[in-house]
């Protein structure tokens, strides 16, 4: 029984496209789990809190490792922001940022 959905940002569904087959069936997974349990039952190392809104969904593959930003936006629904490659120990603020001015912009 899904509890909750997840929907994809059409700038971040081109983004999550650009990423290898094993990252994105990671995704899928962990998207299932937070539209069956909802966001407050799935914690680590699925997801975690980034800042005010924001969550990230951890992904790692063959490839390297991504993530997925993405915020609480209406009712039961979770909209997915931002989705990249990471680089770096510490999620880039340039990440953030794309994100927070997506989810701006959708209200």
């Known amino acids: 029984m899904k509890t909750?959905?997840?929907t994809i940002h059409p700038l971040a569904e081109a983004e999550l496209m650009a990423?290898?087959?094993d990252m994105r069936a990671r995704f899928v997974r962990i998207a299932e789990l937070l539209e069956s349990f909802g966001p407050e039952n799935v914690g680590m190392p699925h997801v975690r809190p980034l800042e005010?809104?924001?969550?990230?969904?951890?992904?790692?593959?063959?490839?390297?490792?991504?993530?997925?930003?993405?915020?609480?936006?209406?009712g039961r629904t979770m909209l997915v922001l931002h989705v990249f490659?990471?680089?770096t120990q510490k999620t880039p603020r340039a990440a953030i940022?794309?994100?927070r001015g997506r989810l701006e912009a959708e209200k």
């Open 4 to 6: 909750w959905t997840v």
């Open 19 to 21: 990423l290898p087959a």
């Open 52 to 74: 005010s809104k924001l969550w990230e969904m951890r992904m790692k593959g063959r490839d390297g490792i991504a993530r997925a930003v993405y915020a609480a936006v209406s």
């Open 85 to 87: 490659a990471k680089k």
């Open 97 to 99: 940022e794309t994100a």
